[in-house]
């Protein structure tokens, strides 16, 4: 989920920290989300260990060779891009991470967490990295506040493996002269509280009023599936969210026959791994990695799978937020 500025609660998108607008057609930001209890296991789209046969094994850190697995921390809560089905952990980062498990030779094991604890959670070696739809950006790699900017902690790296920002959509057919933010004047939305979405919402409706237009009515819910049912209704003319969860809902919502998406992305930002900044040699193999399954295919395969090509890279970076 795209989040606000601030560490967003569970289930609210930013787990994204807000960045510079730009618009773009084709990338969005998320964020992520859940509850510091519950250990996935090897489930969903997690890999086996394969040990020192792998290509990269070689490349990962003493301790991680030893113990043949990678702790992963993540808030399990936001489909499509980790999310809980028939009991186990799937969706984007599950799958991306697998792919990355098979080129290092290790298990990922997901481990759900508090979106807004698990920096901490890296920084205290509970978790080896952190994958949860995590924007990278300056302040996170600094280890400043998302709001004040002021030093509140350990920075961290981040390996960059999504592009994801901000998208509108509506009832398939019923677009309502909608096709950016620009036409939300005078308009009812729904968005998830706590998220950029809101807080966009929040801004849009002030410029629309300084243009002496009408204000947006905006409805904020707990979660995106509240928003979607709202809009399913006819409650509201359009809802806004990341564009993964954004893409999943227009692609599987009734079939693919309840929704559209309308307009560019906007907020784009990379999605990150993050990484302790005193664990390079972790950083440079998962980048590694994640540039030979871009080169192999698995990472396109895996994007395609959930229909998020939009977002898809094109070669791994270190610390490429802003």
């Given at each position: 989920m795209t989040a606000s500025t601030t560490p967003r609660p569970a289930a609210a998108w930013n787990r994204l920290a807000a960045v510079g607008a730009i618009a773009v057609a084709g990338t969005l930001l998320l964020t992520g989300c859940g509850d510091q209890r519950n250990k996935t296991g090897n489930e969903g789209g997690q890999s086996s260990a394969q040990g020192a046969s792998a290509p990269l094994f070689a490349k990962l850190p003493k301790?991680?060779?030893?113990?043949?697995?990678?702790?992963?921390?993540?808030?399990i809560?936001?489909?499509?891009?980790?999310?809980?089905?028939?009991?186990?952990?799937?969706?984007?980062?599950?799958d991306i991470a697998a792919a990355l498990g098979k080129?290092?030779?290790v298990r990922v094991d997901f481990n759900n967490g508090t979106?807004?604890?698990?920096?901490?959670?890296?920084?205290?070696?509970r978790y080896d990295i952190a994958m949860s739809a995590m924007t990278d950006t300056k302040d996170r790699q600094e280890g400043n506040d998302s709001k004040t900017h002021k030093k509140v902690g350990e920075g961290v790296d981040f390996v960059d493996y999504f592009n994801a920002g901000v998208s509108l959509y509506t009832k398939k057919g019923e677009t309502k002269g909608i096709n950016g933010w620009d036409d939300l004047c005078g308009k009812k939305i729904a968005v998830q509280r706590g998220t950029v979405s809101e807080d966009l919402s929040k801004s849009q409706s002030e410029k629309c009023e300084k243009d002496g237009k009408d204000k947006i009515s905006m409805e904020a819910f707990d979660n995106d599936l509240e928003a979607q049912t709202r809009l399913k209704?006819?409650?509201?003319?359009?809802?806004?969210?990341?564009?993964p969860v954004a893409a999943y809902a227009v692609?599987?919502?009734g079939g693919g026959n309840d929704f559209e998406i309308v307009g560019d992305q906007v907020?784009?930002?990379?999605?990150?791994?993050a990484v302790s900044k005193d664990n390079a040699q972790l950083r440079d193999a998962l980048k590694e990695a994640l540039d030979a399954i871009i080169k192999n295919g698995?990472?396109?395969?895996?994007?395609?799978?959930?229909?998020?090509?939009?977002?898809?890279?094109k070669e791994a970076k270190i610390n490429g937020g802003s």
């Open positions: 301790s991680i060779q030893s113990a043949k697995v990678i702790k992963v921390g993540s808030d809560a936001y489909p499509p891009v980790e999310f809980k089905k028939d009991g186990k952990t799937v969706g984007i980062d599950p080129q290092l030779g979106f807004d604890a698990l920096l901490t959670g890296l920084r205290s070696k209704a006819g409650g509201v003319d359009a809802v806004s969210s990341d564009f692609k599987t919502s907020q784009a930002a990379p999605y990150g791994i698995e990472y396109e395969k895996v994007i395609k799978t959930w229909g998020v090509d939009a977002g898809a890279i």
